[in-house]
Each structure stands twice: as C-alpha cells, then as structure tokens.
C-alpha cells in the first residue's frame, strides 16, 4: 500500500518537473524548431528528458518581471 502512494508522488513531482521544463523551454528565446524538439523529448522520456532539458535544452528566457 505505502509502495503505491510512494510511486504516485515521484510521478506527481516528476509531471510538476516537466511542466516547469516546457514552461522553461516555451519561453526561451530559442527557435521554433529547437521549442519543438525539446518539448517532444520532454514529454516523451520524462525524467531523462527534463534532466537533459535543463542541462542542455535551450537557454535565454526572458525576463520573468519585464
């Protein structure tokens, strides 16, 4: 029972994660292509790719108060 409630909140982290990297990525000032392919490899491997979303994904979003 414990084993089951455990796996669901790695998942829920793990979904928050990745809605923050594509948040991330969207915004870059990256372009279109680059947004695409990376929101793809994010929704489709989704730990391996936030972690490479965030290490090697696109950089240079814009400023969150401007």
């Known amino acids: 029972m ?3 409630q455990v796996g669901g909140l790695i ?3 793990i979904l928050i994660f990745d809605i ?4 991330k990525t969207v915004q870059s ?10 929101t793809v490899v994010i929704l489709v491997f989704p730990l ?3 972690l490479l ?3 090697l ?10």
């Not at 000032?29 to 990376?38: H, N, Q, R």
Request: aromatic share 6%; charged share 10%; glycine share 20%.
């Open 57 to 66: 994904g696109p950089k240079g979003g814009r400023p969150i108060l401007a």
């Open 2 to 4: 414990i084993d089951v």
């Open 48 to 50: 391996l790719g936030l």
């Open 29 to 38: 000032s990256s372009s279109t292509g680059a947004k695409v392919l990376w």
């Open 11 to 13: 998942g829920l982290i």
């Open 20 to 23: 923050y990297a594509i948040v």
């Open 53 to 55: 979303g965030l290490l």
